[in-house]
């Protein structure tokens, strides 16, 4: 916390924000529970409850002075002290698109279908739920319902880094309206670490910066200790800024929330009303 950025933020009010956040969440779980014990369900009515409180991720929500000069199509990758998904752990909930598509050269070695990519993964102790391929998603996954029911299978989606600029296209509004599940990209051409890669990119949030001045960022989740989420916000923030016009400066606010929670405010720049009196 050297930097000249994070020498501006204020740690402490980091810490009570996050305390305050995952009590609040832990004491609507509770109820949740509570409420679900009380109350005989249909299944669909379950299915329903399901959905509202599925999203247990913490989000980091960023507010520009301005708009940015242009939207920037890449995400841009922050790496995060601590991980909220696992892929070495079985429950870890991950979708891999690959780039199956043929290549110039002719070489059946330089093509990756799932069986190999399969193969690979079960070696290195990786578990990733799906493998799914690009020209499949693009073949089956053109009706709104299909991308709609692809958006809920999954918690976290990762790509072919070769195939990211074709995904917006293809997976539609839904993963990239709220930038919540945006695939983050991974390298997976024949040298490169696949384990190395897919750990760091789910230890990794995305920052998308879009027409207007507000943008979100996964940095936890529900479960997560305090200090752990304490560290990916100032981890978060201290990357954030290096794409940033102006950096900090360019910056109005940070705030933290879960989607169906308040945002409680870590970082304000707002102008000083008395000076202009």
């Known amino acids: ?63 520009l002075k301005k708009i940015p000069p242009k939207e920037l199509t890449t995400p841009h990758k922050i790496t995060l002290p601590n991980p909220f998904f696992h892929p070495l752990e079985s429950f870890a909930n991950i979708c891999l698109i690959i780039d199956d598509r043929p290549r110039k050269s002719h070489n059946s070695k330089t093509k990756l279908d799932v069986e190999t990519v399969q193969k690979k993964l079960k070696s290195e102790g990786i578990s990733i739920t799906k493998v799914l391929k690009f020209t499949k998603l693009k073949s089956e996954y053109k009706s709104f319902d299909a991308k709609l029911d692809l958006y809920g299978s999954y918690e976290l989606f990762l790509a072919d880094k070769r195939v990211m600029n074709l995904l917006p296209g293809l997976l539609g509004k839904q993963f990239y309206k709220k930038k919540r599940k945006v695939p983050v990209p991974v ?20 920052l998308c ?3 207007g001045t507000c943008s979100v960022l996964k940095i936890g989740r529900g479960g997560m200790e305090n200090g752990e989420v304490m560290e990916n916000v100032l ?20 705030h933290l929330k879960f989607s169906d929670s308040l945002a409680l405010p870590v970082y304000e720049d707002f102008p000083d009303q008395s000076s202009k009196q």
């Open 187 to 206: 390298d997976l051409r024949g040298n490169s670490n696949w384990k190395e890669e897919i750990e760091r990119a789910c230890s990794s949030t995305l």
């Open 1 to 63: 916390m050297a930097s000249t950025t994070m020498a501006k933020i204020n740690e402490d009010q980091v810490r009570k924000a996050v305390k305050a956040l995952l009590k609040w969440k832990k004491l609507q779980s509770k109820k949740t529970l509570e409420l679900q014990n009380l109350n005989s369900l249909s299944d669909e009515e379950e299915n329903e409850e399901d959905e509202v409180v599925d999203d247990n991720f913490i989000y980091l929500q960023l507010t």
């Open 235 to 254: 981890a978060a923030i201290d990357g954030i800024v290096q794409f940033v016009p102006k950096k900090l400066n360019g910056v109005r606010a940070f």
């Open 209 to 211: 910066l879009g027409s």
